[in-house]
Each structure stands twice: as C-alpha cells, then as structure tokens.
C-alpha cells in the first residue's frame, strides 16, 4: 500500500502562487508513489480542522504549502502528536523555509526533500494551546500587524507601510512587566520579542542567534528609542547587525511571561491574543523533514 500524505494548502498564499504549488506537489508526490490525500478548506478555521481530523485519524505525514502561517496552521493540527511535519513553500516570508534549508521557488527540490524523508527534530515555543516555530512579537511590531489588520485599504505591503507610519507618529515605550525564569523585572521598551529561531516577517533577524534545538528560548529586548533611531536601526534586523546596538539585550530562558497594557501578541505572523502571555519551550516537539545538516 502506498503511503499517504496529508496535504494542506492555502490558495492565497504567495499572492495566488499557493493553488498552483499545490496541484504541482500534488502531482510530484504522486508520480513518487504516494497515496496524496488534499485537503482545502474554505478558510482557516475549516482548514485546521480537516487537518486536525487526519492527524487524529493516524496520519503520519501532514505537508503544508504555503508560508508560515500556515506552518502555524500546521502546527496546531499536529498538535501533540508525533506527525511529521513537511513544507512545500508558496508563501511571501517563507522564514520557516529558511531555517530547514528547503528550497525555495522550486517544487520539484521542495517535493524531493519531502520524498528523502530526513528529520530534523527541533523545540518549538508554546502559549496556551498554541505552538509557534519563529517569533512571537510583543511590541511596536506587533501594534503594527493590529493596525494593519484592521485596515480595509490598500491591500498588500502597502497596507503594512501605512500602519508602520501611523505608529510611527505616536511612538512612545511601553512599560513591560517580564518573568524570566522565575525573576521579575519591570522596564520600558519599544519592543519584546520570544524567539524559538531567529527571524521572522520575511528574514528580520531580531533574535539573531536562536537555535531551534537548544531548549532555550531568546528573549529580545529593545531599548525605548526615538522615531528617528528606530528607522535607522530597523534595515540591521536583516543582517542581525542589530545586536551591536546598545539598546539591545537577550535572555536565553525555558519561560517567560510577557505583560503590557495594549499588547496583542503577534507569533508565527497571526494574531495570537493579548498580554499577558507566558511562553515555555517544548523541547524536540517537532519533526520537520529537512535536507540533512551538513558539517565542514
């Protein structure tokens, strides 16, 4: 009997890409011999929940196509199960996809790395009920995403440009309360980020240095800063050059509760729920089929 393969896709995903990645990997895994099983559902919650029925049902492999969020999807779906998780990317930040080294903008490598089977088992971060592999944003970011999700016009990267904008005018810190394994501290910042790995919004580094398999998550803090630093600094999260800025810390902690007044928290890049949150780290949680690690 040939194996199966749960396969969760996302037509929006990479402006429209996602539908035509799909029926692509589709056709790639089937001509490799295995029994495709596509799933689609009419929005997210449907999707999660179809997703959800087959990894209960004893599905051993879930394949995602689509960027991080709906690797998050994923995520929730596999849940506590020991499911494998694959991913085929058609999505805009696709910062999953760089972590595990799968190949990008083309289907055919993605679909090989699926069909070689290699596992990289890594932790993943979890708050509530909810699983996230990147970051979780907690600050001016995050404030950011809510605006721009409440906005009908104009549709796209723009929509993210006059929402960074607009907060932008009344940027002010934010007083945080943080548990730190255990140990309180109250501060102000313009930001807080709970990183599993080290990037996130399309390859901003802002906790530049996870590791996915430490057991550890890193806790970024960013320095109350004036309009004017926070736009000089802000092209360093893609090179991870912030870190150098004396407005930067990490902790690297197993626990941390985040807590400010106004503060919907961001993970993954879907809207999680306001602080506060307490975030644990769940060590060797996922099984992600990757290229095998080379070493030099």
Known sequence: ???QI?????????KGAGARI???????????????????????????SLASSRVEGG???LVVVGGDGMVHLALQAIGGSRARLGLVPAGT????????????????AAVDV???????????AVTGDRRYVTVLA?????????????????????????????????????????????????????MV???????????????????????????????????????????????????HHPGFRRERVRRVTVAAPGITAYADGERVAALPLTIEVAPAALRMLAPERTTT
């Open 193 to 243: 980020a709970v990183g599993n790995g080290p990037s996130f919004g399309g390859g901003l580094r802002i906790t530049e240095g996870a590791e996915l398999d430490d057991g550890l998550l890193d806790v970024v803090v960013i320095a109350p800063m004036s309009r004017r630093e926070l736009l000089r600094t802000y092209p360093k999260l893609f090179r991870g050059t912030h870190v």
């Open 22 to 48: 799909g029926v692509q990997a589709a056709e790639r895994l089937r001509a490799r011999g295995y029994d495709v099983l596509e799933v689609r559902g009419r929005d997210a919650e449907d999707a999660l």
């Open 138 to 190: 907690a600050g001016f970011d995050a404030v950011v995403n809510e605006r721009a999700n409440a906005m009908r016009w104009p549709r796209g990267q723009a929509r993210y440009t006059l929402a960074t904008l607009a907060e932008l005018r009344t940027l002010r810190p934010i007083p945080y309360t943080l548990e730190l394994d255990g140990r309180t501290e109250h501060l102000e910042a313009t």
């Open 93 to 108: 930040g696709n910062d999953v996809a760089r972590y595990f080294d799968i190949p990008r903008g083309d289907v055919d």
């Open 6 to 14: 749960v396969l969760l896709s996302n037509p929006t995903s990479g």
């Open 114 to 124: 699926i069909v070689a089977g290699h596992e990289r088992v890594t932790d993943l």
């Open 59 to 61: 599905a051993d492999t």
């Open 1 to 3: 009997m040939a194996q």
